[in-house]
T-cell receptor, first 114, second 109 residues
């Protein structure tokens, strides 16, 4: 138990669906991250929020839309995804962005796009 | 470009010792992290090195040489539960983590 929870754990969706991934951290951290993890590839950083403000968007397609209503919650809204978007989506948090702070990860959402 | 290299897969025997290497080329350096990730689970923090040398934490140790751009994770007295992927990540000049693809460690009885 890392103090970071993600729901759902598994998600299957069609290319025309709209769904959202949820992340919640109970660590009192101020930075939150979305990563994409594909088999045998390095973790790909997608978005970073620091004190609820988006600080990084690593050229992620607009079909992925993040939302951070407060420092404890992070969402990833999905629409018109492609099969190549199938992957494990990991949420992480750290004390704050801008320091070598350890990131704590949630268990991930395994996404399959049909 | 920035790059982290680590072996794709390693196999070791229960009770033995295994060393997982990581080499890196990054824009700046603010520390190196090792994480463990069991299949279907969250990566969990193992160690952080920012100065050269060996950091020991129970059965696990991590070594860093900044001049060589090199680190290793040493696992002693291997147990079956150590079967997992081990991820190496470097914090660059902007404190962004640059990740390796991970090393899948298989422990055999």
């Amino acid at each position: 138990e890392t103090g970071v929870t993600q729901t759902p754990r598994h998600l299957v969706m069609g290319m025309t669906n709209k769904k959202s991934l949820k992340c919640e951290q109970h660590l009192g951290h101020n930075a939150m991250y979305w990563y994409k993890q594909s088999a045998k590839k390095p973790l790909e950083l997608m978005f970073v929020y620091n004190f609820k403000e988006q600080t990084e968007n690593n050229s992620v397609p607009s079909r992925f839309s993040p939302e951070c209503p407060n420092s404890s919650h992070l969402f990833l809204h999905l629409h018109t995804l492609q099969p190549e978007d199938s992957a494990l989506y990991l949420c992480a948090s750290s004390l704050e962005r801008g320091g070598p702070d350890t990131q704590y990860f949630g268990p991930g959402t395994r996404l399959t796009v049909l | 470009g920035q790059n982290i290299d680590q072996p794709t897969e390693m196999t070791a025997t229960e009770g033995a010792i295994v060393q997982i290497n990581c080499t890196y080329q990054t824009s700046g350096f603010n520390g190196l992290f090792w994480y463990q990730q069991h299949a279907g689970e969250a990566p969990t923090f193992l160690s952080y090195n920012v100065l050269d040398g060996l950091e020991e934490k129970g059965r696990f140790s991590s070594f860093l040489s900044r001049s060589k751009g090199y680190s290793y994770l040493l696992l002693k007295e291997l147990q079956m539960k150590d079967s997992a992927s081990y991820l190496c990540a470097v914090s660059d000049s902007n404190y962004q983590l640059i990740w390796g693809a991970g090393t899948k460690l298989i422990i055999k009885p």
